[in-house]
């Protein structure tokens, strides 16, 4: 595991969360279609449970601090917040 494929996942639990606000949430409730907010809410899923797990594992690679730490797992929760953290803690 290393930064590379954690900011991959990022970016792409950031993208995930962007559509699911974006898109298939209002096609779920204002337009009753319920299928693509399934599909595009278990990828969301998973990619955020990896997100999760890939942080707390590269915590002391990068020698992260916990309020770090706490900052990297709270972007993950607030939309573009991902993109903001890559930029932020990850670009070397």
């Given amino acids: ?10 970016i792409l639990e950031g993208i995930s969360y962007l559509v699911i606000l974006g898109i298939t ?7 009753d279609q319920h299928g693509p907010n399934q599909y595009v809410g278990m990828m969301h899923g998973i990619l955020f ?3 999760v797990l890939m942080a707390v594992a590269l ?12 900052i990297i ?7 573009f917040g991902t ?6 803690y990850l670009r070397a």
């Avoid at 949430?25 to 337009?31: C, E, T």
């Avoid at 915590?59 to 706490?70: I, M």
């Fill in 49 to 51: 449970i990896l997100y």
């Fill in 25 to 31: 949430m209002p096609l779920k409730y204002m337009a």
């Fill in 1 to 10: 595991m290393n930064i590379k494929n954690f900011r991959i996942i990022s």
């Fill in 83 to 88: 993109f903001w953290m890559d930029r932020k």
């Fill in 59 to 70: 915590k002391n690679r990068q020698n992260w601090s916990a309020p770090t730490l706490g």
């Fill in 73 to 79: 797992l709270l972007c993950s929760i607030i939309p």
